[in-house]
């Protein structure tokens, strides 16, 4: 499955966006889709992710409460809103994919991987 992200941009702090990862050749039925980031000068780190079979949803505790992933089935496309966003959340945010569901939560081992959306918060 390719993986293409999107949505990135600059927004103030306090304000939304909602990041896209679009799958084309294959659809995340039954699949781990997670969200990664990763700072200037810092490691990647893990964000969210979304088990498909059941729907459970898990987020890093900087992130609870202002990020939702979720997916439109129709579109095969999964999103990342992220609300009330901090100078802190500035990253490249990653979306990646396995068919594997446990790599969900704590896994960085996802065989398929977009190519990166730019989030900046800032005023």
């Known amino acids: 499955v390719q993986l293409q992200a999107s949505g990135g941009g600059l927004v103030q702090p306090g304000g939304s966006l909602r990041l896209s990862c679009t799958a084309s050749?294959?659809?995340?039925?039954?699949?781990?889709i997670a969200w990664f980031r990763q700072a200037p000068g810092k490691e990647r780190e893990w964000v969210s992710c979304?088990?498909?079979?059941?729907?459970?949803?898990y987020y890093a505790d900087s992130v609870k409460g202002r990020f939702t992933i979720f997916r439109d089935r129709g579109k095969n496309t999964e999103f990342l809103q992220m609300n009330v966003l901090r100078p802190e959340d500035t990253a490249v945010y990653y979306c990646a994919a396995d068919p594997i569901e446990n790599n969900c939560p704590g896994s960085y081992a996802y065989n398929n991987w977009g190519q990166g959306t730019l989030v900046t918060v800032s005023s």
């Open positions: 979304r088990k498909d079979s059941d729907d459970s949803t």
């Open positions: 050749g294959a659809t995340l039925d039954y699949y781990a």
